[in-house]
Nanobody, 115 residues
Framework: QVQLVESGGGLVQPGGSLRLSCAASGFTFSKYAMRWHRQAPGKGRELVAAISSAGSSTTYVDSVTGRFTISRDNAKNTVYLQMNSLKPEDTAVYYC????????WGQGTQVTVSS
């Protein structure tokens, strides 16, 4: 069965960095685009970044452009989200997502940016 397991979240001060990882299994990872979403308290889920199957194309929501970088290692079936210059408004639960006929989600990892 499809599994997506996020890790790497935590508490960080404004201006700090975190690297999220999402380990995928149960499907041919290298065939599909992958996405990171986030959901802040009291808000809807928001697409943050996406990467094509080969990793050659990436897109970002405007609020993270220049600060976040999505990447993937198809040999390790893992997608990453490098987050730099973090702001309090980046506080959210971050979810890994794959879509092929159905939307698959991980359990999420909490990112808290606070001094």
């Amino acid at each position: 069965q499809v599994q997506l397991v996020e890790s790497g979240g935590g508490l960080v001060q404004p201006g700090g960095s975190l690297r999220l990882s999402c380990a995928a299994s149960g499907f041919t990872f290298s065939k599909y685009a992958m996405r990171w979403h986030r959901q802040a308290p009291g808000k809807g889920r928001e697409l943050v970044a996406a990467i094509s199957s080969a990793g050659s194309s990436t897109t970002y929501v405007d609020s993270v452009t220049g600060r976040f970088t999505i990447s993937r290692d198809n040999a390790k079936n893992t997608v990453y989200l490098q987050m730099n210059s973090l702001k309090p408004e980046d506080t959210a639960v971050y979810y890994c997502n794959a879509q092929f006929g159905y939307a698959y989600w991980g359990q999420g990892t909490q990112v808290t940016v606070s001094s």
